[in-house]
Nanobody
Framework: QVQLVESGGGLVETGGSLRLSCTVS????????MGWFRQAPGKERAFLGS????????YYADSVRGRFTISRDNAKNTMYLQMNSLKPEDTAVYYC????????????????WGQGTQVTVSS
């Protein structure tokens, strides 16, 4: 059974940085395209970005392009989300995802979800 476990969330001030990690267990991470979503209070879950199985291609939502960077280390079965220049509107629960599709873009692409990690950006 595939499990995704996020870590690295927490409280940060506006303009600060955080790096989230997502560790895959149960299967080799390189089997999956992976991505990140987030859900703010009272809002729908939103796509942030994704990375191909090899890590050679990434794709970002307009809201985070240029501030967030997704990477992966398949030898460690881990994906990362580096978040810079954080804003209060980035406050949300962040979810790691894995897909058997060639890419992750929408919720219907996702086969597996992590439990989520809270990121809070103070103003």
């Amino acid at each position: 059974q595939v499990q995704l476990v996020e870590s690295g969330g927490g409280l940060v001030e506006t303009g600060g940085s955080l790096r989230l990690s997502c560790t895959v267990s149960g299967r080799t991470a390189s089997t999956y395209a992976m991505g990140w979503f987030r859900q703010a209070p009272g809002k729908e879950r939103a796509f942030l970005g994704s990375i191909s199985r090899s890590g050679g291609r990434t794709y970002y939502a307009d809201s985070v392009r240029g501030r967030f960077t997704i990477s992966r280390d398949n030898a460690k079965n881990t994906m990362y989300l580096q978040m810079n220049s954080l804003k209060p509107e980035d406050t949300a629960v962040y979810y790691c995802t894995a897909s058997t599709e060639p890419q992750v873009r929408v919720i219907s692409d996702v086969a597996y979800w992590g439990q989520g990690t809270q990121v809070t950006v103070s103003s």
